[in-house]
């Protein structure tokens, strides 16, 4: 499975912005992680190939929806009231088993996409 995450750039405290993440197959438990520089990979968010139950670590729960278009297979971030410390690398993620937290259960992983958030 072939991942292509898009979307980051330069955004002022308090903006929104939207991530999105192609895959090249569906029917896959999808994540969001992000690394911020310095810091280790962290979880921000998953959801369910059926169904589309979700997940979010504590940092971003209310503010950045994920969500799943299935017939384009495609996944989003919609994040809201960005912060300095949302400022990282964000990954998109495939092939765990449904809201898992845990990198290694990962095996398909995007080249990241930057976001910046401005004080």
């Known amino acids: 499975v072939q991942l292509q995450a898009s979307g980051g750039e330069l955004v002022q405290a308090g903006g929104s912005l939207r991530l999105s993440c192609s895959a090249s197959?569906?029917?896959?438990?999808m994540a969001w992680f992000r690394q911020a520089p310095g810091k280790e990979r962290e979880f921000v968010a998953a959801?369910?190939?059926?169904?589309?139950?979700?997940w979010y670590a504590d940092p971003v729960k209310g503010r950045f929806p994920i969500s799943r278009d299935n017939a384009k297979n495609m996944v989003y971030l919609q994040m809201n009231s960005l912060r300095p410390e949302d400022t990282a690398v964000y990954y998109c993620?495939?092939?765990?088993?449904?809201?898992?937290?845990?990198?290694?259960?990962?095996?398909?992983w995007g080249q990241g996409t930057l976001v910046t958030v401005s004080s």
């Open positions: 993620a495939a092939g765990a088993p449904p809201g898992s937290r845990w990198l290694a259960q990962y095996t398909y």
């Open positions: 959801i369910a190939w059926r169904g589309s139950v979700t």
């Open positions: 197959a569906r029917n896959y438990n």
